[in-house]
């Protein structure tokens, strides 16, 4: 009995944990399997919610250990060997990553928890279809589970499926009206308009004050883009704002660090560094599509993707990976044609036809522009600009989760962007021309055959009329433009900042100090 009953705490204390990580307290979590662990060492499932937390906090060698923990206690568990295969993926060990999650999914069975697990694992692999197939077997096993529900849309969302992806986020919210998730994933399926629209549902929700943290984030972005939408200009920047003020409370890491990285790359990575700096691997030619989040750069990797000789990976996280990689084990110089070698089998460890060049579309990339010339000196790199108020009004109303921590504060966000804006700056003038091309969102929008003629001359291909119909593609899109890629060019989006004119002041007059007045208008 006396065995039982402690079972009995701990699967209290865990179930405890479980609710703190959903409420998004990474905090208490910790605490509770600290716990719980201090109890009983051997219980996976507080090392699996420790691999969790970890992982949001981009402490990658801590997440591993406790992913390594709990495939050790539950060598057959495949929510454990799924969370080890998530910190393979995030460390860019792309191969692995894959490897382990077949394993996980030999163990999967008919367990609706751990179908979801191994489906989500799938998806982050860029495998839409099989994510998609596992989520509609846990659907299946239990219809009523809003995050089957949820993960089944999203997957569908990234191939294309969106009126299937719809009906799924409804079915979610229609069994927790407070869920978050489901609500931001529907509000970006479709152009709400003012006959339909998602608008008075989810306020009310908010009015209740019944949220969770996390799923008020998630509703105050969605109330953004639907009152945008069906433009309620003053509505749709309060909820982003409120939604931005509550973000900023949970934040892993200090913006001012990020801007600190940046000036940091423009010091060390000199003309003189690249012409002195060891040969690289040169014998592939792939392509980096890379630029600041929401400015264009999926429908440029996708134009690029379009083109018969070409293919794309997606986002990897390969590139920076590797780099990483490089430092810990030569603190003093960087390995640039290991670098170059390695990044070339972690990027093309999946869906990579022979005989083909691939792109890229790792938005973190712009941080690296000199080392993967170093390092792949074949290779051909395309900066995706927007005007900067655009930019930057895209990007404070959208929600990165963990990253891009500057995005959800106006001052913060302007220091990127200026920070940012000398870092491209210094890739003109240290990069080759025929290495680094930058080209303006607008650009592509106005003139979509002259813009995607001088990328395919660039990129040294042949014409093909195939890539002015890039929104036919069936490929899947994992990125936040997923929806919009599979529409014809459109120009709303061009001066949309303009209907918040006055309350993105605070942004406008920090980038004014250093922007002139006439790239602003």
């Not at 294309?160 to 719809?166: K, M, P, S």
């Not at 440029?300 to 000789?309: F, G, L, Q």
């Not at 969102?441 to 003139?447: A, G, I, M, S």
């Not at 990125?479 to 001066?495: C, D, H």
Request: charged share 25%.
């Amino acid at each position: 009995m006396e065995a039982n009953g402690q079972h009995a705490a701990g699967a209290v204390s865990i179930e405890a944990a479980r609710r703190a990580f959903a409420s998004g307290d990474l905090s208490s979590t910790e605490t509770i399997c600290a716990k719980v662990l201090a109890g009983n060492s051997s219980d996976w499932r507080a090392w699996a919610l420790l691999t969790e937390t970890a992982l949001m906090r981009d402490r990658l060698d801590a997440a591993a250990v406790s992913a390594e923990r709990a495939v050790a206690l539950a060598p057959t568990n495949p929510i454990a060997l799924a969370l080890r295969a998530k910190c393979l993926f995030v460390k860019g060990e792309t191969r692995e990553a894959n490897a382990a999650t077949d394993v996980a999914a030999r163990h999967a069975g008919d367990e609706p928890d751990a179908l979801d697990a191994v489906g989500a694992m799938f998806g982050l692999l860029g495998l839409q279809q099989q994510a998609r197939e596992l989520f509609r077997r846990a659907v299946t096993l239990q219809p009523a589970v809003p995050q089957y529900l949820f993960n089944l849309a999203a997957a569908e969302r990234m191939i294309g499926a969106l009126d299937d992806a719809e009906a799924h986020c409804d079915a979610a919210i229609a069994c927790d009206p407070r869920y978050g998730l489901a609500h931001y994933l529907r509000s970006d399926l479709r152009i709400q308009s003012s006959d339909r629209n998602h608008v008075d549902e989810m306020e009310a929700v908010i009015a209740e004050g019944r949220l969770s943290a996390p799923s008020e984030i998630m509703l105050r972005f969605a109330l953004g883009k639907e009152c945008e939408d069906v433009e309620h200009w003053d509505r749709a920047f309060s909820h982003v704002e409120a939604g931005c003020n509550l973000q900023r409370r949970s934040l892993p890491r200090d913006p001012a660090a990020e801007i600190g990285e940046i000036d940091a790359i423009i010091q060390a990575h000199t003309r003189r560094w690249i012409d002195t700096a060891p040969r690289g691997y040169a014998d592939v030619a792939p392509v980096f599509v890379t630029g600041l989040p929401r400015t264009g750069t999926t429908l440029v990797e996708r134009i690029i993707a379009s083109h018969s000789a070409m293919h794309s990976v997606g986002e990897t996280g390969a590139f920076a990976a590797e780099m990483r990689r490089s430092m810990a084990e030569r603190p003093r110089g960087h390995d640039l044609e290991g670098i170059g070698r390695r990044y070339l089998d972690q990027a093309t460890a999946l869906r990579v036809p022979e005989n083909v060049r691939f792109v890229d579309k790792t938005l973190d990339n712009y941080l690296y522009c000199g080392l993967i010339h170093a390092a792949l000196p074949s290779a051909k790199i395309i900066l995706v600009q927007r005007h900067p108020m655009d930019a930057c009004w895209a990007i404070y109303k959208a929600h990165f989760r963990n990253k891009f921590a500057f995005s959800y504060d106006q001052t913060q966000l302007a220091h990127y962007y200026l920070a940012y804006r000398r870092l491209t700056r210094h890739w003109r003038g240290v990069l080759p021309p025929d290495v680094l091309m930058e080209i303006n969102y607008e650009d592509v929008v106005r003139d979509q055959a002259a813009a995607s003629r001088d990328i395919i001359r660039f990129l040294g291909l042949p014409w093909e009329d195939g890539v002015m119909r890039f929104h036919e593609s069936p490929a899947p899109s994992a990125t936040a433009s997923a929806v919009q890629v599979r529409r014809p060019i459109y120009a709303s989006s061009l001066g949309k900042w303009r209907h918040h004119a006055e309350r993105l002041k605070p942004l406008r007059e920090r980038l004014a100090h250093e922007i002139p007045e006439a790239e602003l208008a």
